[in-house]
């Protein structure tokens, strides 16, 4: 089974879920999973993006601030730079975690509903 973090197709591991940074292919190569179910299934995957984004600034701007004495508009302007430039791998990784995590979800309610019958 493949990390989280992992580009490969949740259901069969071998076809890739991006073919290169930002570009994603709609199905996987190798088995035909349809990666995006259907209209909006991406949104979860923005607030992912979000979540990753704080969790990646939140240490600079602490560090900038109270180790390096920033002030804080040069504090926040970093963070903001580092966000602009994290884009395309926040992009991508939150869309594979997405993917990743929604799949594992459904094999979890498949195993527990196939238990009740
Ligand atoms: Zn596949």
Redo the contacts with the bound molecule.
């Keep these: 089974m493949p990390s989280l973090w992992s580009n490969l197709?949740p259901?069969?591991h071998?076809?890739r879920i991006f073919r290169d940074l930002v570009r994603m292919n709609p199905r996987?190569p190798?088995?035909?999973?349809v990666f995006e179910k259907e209209s909006g299934y991406f949104v979860g995957a923005m607030i992912a993006s979000y979540f990753l984004g704080v969790f990646l600034a939140l240490p600079v701007l602490l560090l900038s601030i109270f180790r390096f004495e920033l002030e804080a508009v040069w504090a926040i302007a970093l963070c903001i730079g580092q966000t602009l430039l994290m884009q395309p791998f926040l992009f991508r990784y939150s869309r594979i975690l997405w993917i990743q995590l929604e799949a594992r979800l459904t094999r979890v309610a498949k195993a527990g509903s196939n238990r009740k019958t």
């Design positions: 197709c259901v069969c071998q076809g996987c190798a088995c035909g999973e």
